[in-house]
């Protein structure tokens, strides 16, 4: 499922709208420090649906908003767009070029949506899951995760492996079906216990 680009558009220090475009083979992006390449990854993540801002290094979710600077005014929002090449139908849509954006207004309401069309957060989220991606998955490594991966301890790193050999979504899935199954036995009791006293 390839990415084909990233539009950034007032978040964090891109103020103005950029267009990254990512072609076949590898692209890597340099800077100087402090240029903004690490909040292209955390652009990344955002718009699949991170949750915690400081994660994305802020106090709150509004500081993904270009602040201004000496130059420039502060944004009142800021919106991420991925477009991906979806003509192998890897995600579960009927459509071959499909977009993903998040914006966030300085009320800090976010909004998310599918090829122009607004959806839950869980939609995306889902979007993503049924691919094998997630904002958490090993697709994205960032600084410091890889010292993490090495100092893990055992059951650590076998989550990890079991995330990267896609196994997490179905431990997942047994989760709730076993929570369901729970729910089905406590009902039957009680179901048991009024047949009983009908009797
Ligand atoms: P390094 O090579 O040191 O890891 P980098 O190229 O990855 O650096 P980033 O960490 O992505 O750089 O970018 C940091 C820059 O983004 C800082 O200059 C910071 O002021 C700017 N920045 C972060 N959030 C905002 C914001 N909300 N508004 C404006 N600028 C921001």
Do not use: C
């Not at 100087?32 to 990854?41: A, D, E, M, Q, Y």
């Not at 049924?130 to 100092?151: F, K, P, W």
């Not at 997942?172 to 009791?189: G, R, S």
């Amino acid at each position: 499922m390839p990415l084909t680009s990233l539009i950034l558009d007032g978040f964090k220090s891109f103020a103005d709208k950029t267009e990254i475009q990512f072609t076949n083979g590898i692209t890597g992006i340099v800077g100087p420090n402090g240029s903004g390449k690490s909040n292209i990854t955390e652009a990344i993540r955002w718009v699949m649906g991170e949750g915690s801002a400081k994660s994305l290094r802020g106090r709150s979710m509004k500081d993904v908003i270009f602040a201004g600077s000496e130059f420039r005014k502060p944004l009142n929002r800021a919106e991420v767009t991925m477009v991906f090449d979806n003509r192998q139908r890897e995600l579960d849509l009927p459509a071959d070029r499909v977009t993903i954006a998040r914006r966030i207004l300085q009320s800090g309401d976010n909004e998310y949506l599918i090829n122009g069309k607004q959806v839950r957060l869980r939609d995306v989220r889902a979007l993503f899951m049924d691919s094998g991606l997630s904002q958490n998955s090993l697709a994205i490594i960032s600084q410091g995760r890889v010292d993490q991966i090495l100092n893990s301890q055992p059951k650590e790193r076998r989550g990890i492996i079991e995330e990267a050999a896609g196994v997490l979504h179905f431990k997942q899935q047994k989760q709730q079906a076993q929570a369901q199954l729970e729910t089905t036995n406590d009902n039957l009791i009680r179901i048991n216990d009024l047949v009983k006293e009908l009797e």
